[in-house]
């Protein structure tokens, strides 16, 4: 099973970069790619672009206009794993996130991971917050089965009725966030990818004004309404 992680950024973000991709090396499990999506590269120093381009292993999509997050997360085509994991560039991983994700998907019959997050002021206080961070004992790990927080959204079966809480594990013993999404690369392209500003009008959900801006959550009810 080959994993890529996926990081859409924008030049806002980018003086993060390297230390996401520090942060990525020190992985006890390595991905096998690394693709970064640019909206508004050309707002970006050359020297940074062309520092990105030299690395190896780091796909780099470099586009001149600017892309909201849904947009700059709608080239997996591009990616040749077959999981991706979606990463935020503002964002720091706990050094064995890859690891688990992959155990869990070697483990369980299941299309899209989700997990929580702790939230800190700087990348700087996550960097150091996780390099004190003990290890994941797998024995450790608490899970959410799937059919509980589709019964959440959808407790009669019916795709209009969803409606987007705080918390995508509203109500529910274990906080799991909606993103940043890791999901299988078939599934996505068998959804057709994540919901845009062009495609809104395909998504049937009631209040559809109330997912605007949240890719990654209404991706998560997509999947969890199709493949529960």
Known sequence: ??????????????????????????????????????????LIDSEIIDKLDSIKNIKVLKHLISLDAAE?????????????????SDDIMHRQRVEVIENIFNNFDIVNVNHSYIKVPTIEEAINLFDKEESILYNSIRYIESNLIRNLYFPNGNYNECERYEWYSQGLPIDCAAGPISVKKE??????????????????????????????????????????
């Open 187 to 228: 599934q996505l392209i068998e959804i057709g990818g994540f919901k845009t500003k062009s495609k809104q009008l395909v998504a049937p959900f009631r209040n559809y004004d109330n997912f605007k801006g949240a890719e990654d959550y209404e991706m998560c009810m997509e999947l969890l309404f199709k493949y529960n």
């Open 72 to 88: 700059n997360r709608n080239f997996y085509k591009n990616v040749d794993s077959d999981i991706i994991i979606y990463h935020d």
């Open 1 to 42: 099973m080959k994993i890529c992680i996926y990081i859409p950024t924008i030049p806002e973000h980018i003086s993060n970069i390297f230390k996401i991709i520090d942060n990525i090396n020190m992985q006890t499990r390595l991905p096998d790619e690394i693709l970064i999506s640019i909206s508004n590269s050309n």
